[in-house]
């Protein structure tokens, strides 16, 4: 199969998070370009995320990742926005209980506030900011969001992260039910990757 075109040879994914580099690899297999990940550069320090929007931090990630690889830096900064909790976690997500907080962890922690909510007030929404950073040059950020409703039980083995509490109304099913390939398709990452894919063909290709 024929790959399209990209702007560079390789790009590296500035993300710890072993779910995010699982998407990112498979988003990526029909673009010529090598995927670099945190195995390639074992000592790529850790960011603090110490902004206090999505944008902030993913620029944040990408350009420091750039300045110590010198290679273009992807990075994503995502997170779970609850109406009924008025935006949380948002930014917080990855630490909602607390700094170290594993998955579950944080799934405990927002069913526990979630419990003696009615489902239908219970909408939410994943947002994923990708941020670009490009040598000698800019940073190009693109915005992705996914509507979905937190369901306290969880469901699906798949995905990662709130996938098995987010529920989508049109496939009736969570996150975590989906395949890598209907996730990519309808998910806030996926979303962002391809209005970023449209940035840079308008400029570059
Ligand atoms: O910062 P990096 O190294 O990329 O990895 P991270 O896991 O810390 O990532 P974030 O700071 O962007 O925090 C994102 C949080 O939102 C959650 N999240 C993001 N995308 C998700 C998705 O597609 N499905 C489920 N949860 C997601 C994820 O589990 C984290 O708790
Ligand atoms: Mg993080």
Known sequence: MCKQTFPWKRIVLATKNKGKIREFSRMFEEFDVEILT?????????????????????????????????FPALADDSGLEVDALGGQPG????????????????????????????????Q?????????????????LAKGTCEGIIVLDAKGERGFGYDPHFFLPDKQQTMAELSPEEKNRISHRGVA?????????????
Do not use: C
């Open 38 to 70: 945190i195995a390639d550069i074992p000592d790529m320090p850790d960011v603090v995320e110490d902004g206090k929007t999505f944008e902030a931090n993913a620029r944040k990630k990408a350009e420091t990742i750039l300045g110590f690889t010198g």
């Open 193 to 205: 990757l391809r209005k970023l894919e449209g940035l840079l063909k308008e400029r570059f290709l």
């Open 91 to 122: 930014v917080y997500s990855a630490r909602f209980a607390g700094p170290n907080a594993t998955d579950d962890e944080n799934n405990e922690k927002l069913t526990g506030m979630l419990r003696d909510v009615a489902k239908e007030e219970r």
């Open 124 to 140: 939410a929404r994943f947002v994923s900011v990708l941020a670009l950073a490009i040598p000698d040059g800019q940073t190009l």
